[in-house]
Each structure stands twice: as C-alpha cells, then as structure tokens.
C-alpha cells in the first residue's frame, strides 16, 4: 500500500524542515523509499521565467497575476506527479502551502485527489503563530517571499488556522519549538 503523505501549511511554518527531518526516519521505520515533491523545488524555476516574463519580477509568487495564472497549474502538476508515482508503487511526500485545498477538504477527498483506498493518504497541517511565521520569513531571505513581506496584509488576509475538531483528517503539528518526542509522535502518527 503506497504512503502519501502531505506536509501543508503557511509559508515560513517549516513545512520543508520537519518532512526532511523525518523522511530518513521514515525510510528507516518502513525500510521503504520515499519521493520527496516539494512545489518550492518542482516549480521555482519555471515560476520565475515566467512571472519575469509576466511582471518583470522572477520572485513574485503571491502577487494577483502569479495566482490567478500559476498557483493552480503548479499545484495540478504536483499532484499528477504525486499520482504517477504512487501508481508506480512508490511512497511519495508531498510539500506546499495548499492552503485553499485543505479549507475545502479537498486533499482528504480521494475522489478529488484521483486516488483510491489503496493509497494510506495522511495530511500534516504544520503552523505556528503569524508573527513568528513572519520572522523566520524575514530571516531566511528568501527573494520569492519579497513580494508577500511587502504586501503583508493582503497576504494575511488568505491565512487561517484549521480548527481540529473541523478538520478531523488533518494532523496537527505545532511547530513553533518542537521537541525530539512530539517529532517522534507525529511520525508515529504517520505509521499508524
């Protein structure tokens, strides 16, 4: 049964740094491989043609133009890849903000997604606080997060935090200062 396996949530919540901190766990819990799908990875060169091409700004990856054109066809494409994937048997991690997705319920909807019940789909919601989100931000330079510091309340009006009790199928996992046990936990919760 194939694993996938959705690390989501807001920029700067670290959603990148707790699934590689637990892939090697995971592949050494399982003795099976995992497909690591980053969108960051998968599209940020393409994205920047073509936003320098559409707005003169390689880095823009939140402006109107950049989601009424890209957003969407970037995230299709992760999942097709994902699905290719998992058709070939193989375990796949699949990280990006898909923020809208999970206010709709969509990644728990299988039909959707274009998978059956032979896949063990688990969906991680990684978040901590705005403020601290909007450090670690500022803090790692990135260029592609220029665009979203400089226009910070239109960008916060798109967050929101996920009540647990109405959003059963996530995983909640607070990444504000996490231990070694609750990492442990949530993988534990991944192999369940």
């Known amino acids: 049964m194939p694993r996938l396996i959705f690390f989501c949530g807001h920029a700067g919540t670290g959603k990148t740094t707790i699934a590689k901190h637990l892939i090697g766990p995971l592949i050494g819990r399982t003795g099976e491989s995992f497909c690591l799908l980053d969108k960051d990875t998968l599209y940020g060169r393409y994205s920047a043609a073509v936003m320098g ?3 003169g700004d390689p880095n823009d990856r939140d402006s109107p133009t ?13 999942l097709d890849t994902a699905r290719e994937n998992l058709a070939l048997g193989i375990n796949v991690i699949v990280i990006g903000p898909l923020s809208r997705e999970i206010r709709d319920h969509r990644l728990s909807d299988r039909q959707w997604l ?7 789909l688990h969906i991680v919601w990684v978040h901590l606080p705005e403020d601290i989100a909007r450090t670690r931000i500022e803090q790692r ?14 960008y916060r009006q798109r967050r929101f935090m996920p009540e647990a009790a109405d959003y059963p199928e996530l995983i909640m ?14 993988l534990d919760r991944l192999l369940g």
């Open 53 to 55: 091409a559409l707005t």
């Open 66 to 78: 950049y989601l009424q054109h890209l957003r969407d066809p970037e995230y299709q494409g992760l």
């Open 114 to 120: 274009g998978i059956d019940d032979t896949i063990d």
């Open 141 to 154: 330079g990135n260029p592609n997060d220029a665009y979203k510091l400089a226009h910070w309340e239109d």
């Open 173 to 186: 996992f607070d990444n504000t200062s996490p231990t070694e046990d609750e990492r442990l936990a949530l």
